[in-house]
């Protein structure tokens, strides 16, 4: 059947041209790892969407984390025992750390994440590809190819600002292992007041991270947004 007959096949029902598309492309035509993960998500823009709300999530828990660590500080300032104050500060470090190894799984080149986002870009590209092999004539042609153009580079800015959380992130653990040993140092030849102040700036600076996830989740909705189905 030519190119050309495709949507009108599909003009009773404007959003399974996209999906029928996307499906099509190589990269989903085989059950994967990941689809074998998602068996009732086949829509890309649909697993992203489910992706981002993981990322949410964990962005969410790690900020909740934040505040706990603040309040286990306060906590710490008040105990009478050197030896209690070095080993909660100690444990908080240790939680910390492992939270901020699972917020970089989520955010991993390897992710659930990553990979939906690359996929419904793949599935734009493969859509736009074919409204540019249609006739000048084609009803909304130049349209749809700007629509699914725009869409496009959206997706490059949520892999832009990926990569920055995820960078980000790696900082922040980098410092946590750093500040760990320090303040603990610290801790242990009689400057409490100062290791505790620096854990408190250790703690905060982790916000910056719950920011990035949060640009991250608005440049994949503004995505979204960029990607409806086009009508024919």
């Known amino acids: 059947m030519p190119d050309r ?16 598309l996307l499906l099509s ?7 994967g790892q990941y689809s074998a993960r998602n068996p009732n998500r086949s ?14 999530a964990s962005s969410a828990q790690l900020g909740a984390r934040i505040q706990t660590a603040m309040e286990k500080l306060k906590e710490v300032e008040r ?7 070095e080993t909660q500060v100690d444990s908080l470090f240790f939680t910390l750390r492992d939270e901020v190894y699972g917020v970089l799984n989520k955010l991993d080149l390897n ?10 870009k793949e599935g734009t590209i493969v859509l736009k590809s074919w409204y540019e092999r249609q006739p000048p004539d084609y009803p909304n042609r130049e349209q749809s190819i700007a629509q699914l ?25 980098s410092t946590i292992m750093r500040q760990h040993r320090v303040i603990l140092q610290e801790m242990k030849i009689g400057k409490v007041l100062e290791a505790i102040a620096a854990a408190r700036s250790v703690v905060e600076g ?13 440049k994949t909705q503004q995505s979204l947004q960029a990607s409806v189905p086009i009508a024919n």
């Open 79 to 85: 105990l009478t025992s050197e030896q209690e104050k």
């Open 149 to 173: 153009e725009r869409a496009i580079q959206e997706y490059d800015i949520v892999d832009e600002r990926l990569n920055q959380s995820r960078t980000l992130a790696q900082e922040k653990l």
């Open 111 to 120: 992710s659930d994440f990553a990979d939906a986002l690359n996929r419904a």
């Open 43 to 56: 829509n890309p823009t649909v697993i992203l969407e489910a992706e981002m709300s993981n990322i949410r």
């Open 5 to 20: 007959f495709i949507p009108t096949r599909l003009r009773l029902r404007p959003g399974l041209l996209l999906c029928a």
């Open 25 to 31: 492309a190589p990269g989903w035509a085989q059950e």
């Open 206 to 218: 982790l916000n910056d991270i719950t920011q990035a996830m949060t640009v991250v989740e608005q």
